[in-house]
């Protein structure tokens, strides 16, 4: 199954032996509403820098204009995006319109991520990108500074948060680590 925003579009073989045996070849291509939304999904996360719950909320809004992804089997299904979905569609270096080879270790047990340093790209792209290079280049060196996925230093709606921190997530110990807030004796 091709990953959210694009069809498998079906192509004789470039082989005469392979296209006699009726061997097709595929390649992807944009799917509509799918693929703009892929697009808008990396431009707000790019420009107003949006966590990934902010910019579900805001698909969620008009599901006719943004159609939510459906799993394989459609047995899991939401019929909405949620925060995990529109971080699956950042993370996926099919958008940019290249191959990547090597993204997950094969000889490890639980086929385990590898680094980006690790992938090896293809020379060329192979189909039409939905997110430019660049702009996932930088959206994958953000994810990597920095953690989390809430935009702001708002409060966290989460019903079990005590408290929270004005300067959460803006000050940075010399490791590049996040500094925490930190509670003693009531101050």
């Given at each position: 199954k091709p990953c959210y925003g694009y069809r498998a579009k079906k192509y004789r073989h470039p082989n005469p032996v392979k296209a006699e045996k009726g061997i097709t070849k595929t390649r992807l291509e944009p799917d509509?509403?799918?693929?703009?939304?892929?697009t808008l999904i990396a431009k707000w996360r790019y420009h107003e820098q949006l966590g990934f719950d902010t910019i579900a909320e805001r698909l969620n809004a008009d599901l006719t204009e943004h159609p939510p992804p459906v799993p394989n089997g459609g047995k899991r299904t939401r019929g909405a995006w949620s925060k995990s979905s529109v971080a699956?569609?950042?993370?996926?270096?099919?958008y940019t319109g290249y191959q990547v080879y090597n993204r997950r270790a094969r000889r490890s047990r639980n086929g385990a991520n590898n680094p980006p340093e690790k992938w090896v790209w293809s020379a060329e792209p192979a189909h039409e990108p939905l997110i430019p290079k660049w702009m996932f280049d930088e959206l994958t060196a953000r994810r990597e500074s920095?953690?989390?996925?809430?935009?702001?230093?708002?409060?966290?709606?989460h019903p079990a948060t005590k408290r929270t921190s004005l300067l959460r997530g803006r000050v940075l110990c010399v490791c590049q680590r996040r500094m925490l807030g930190h509670r003693h004796r009531g101050q």
């Open positions: 509509g509403k799918q693929a703009s939304t892929v699956d569609v950042l993370k996926n270096p099919k920095k953690r989390g996925s809430r935009d702001g230093a708002g409060e966290n709606p």
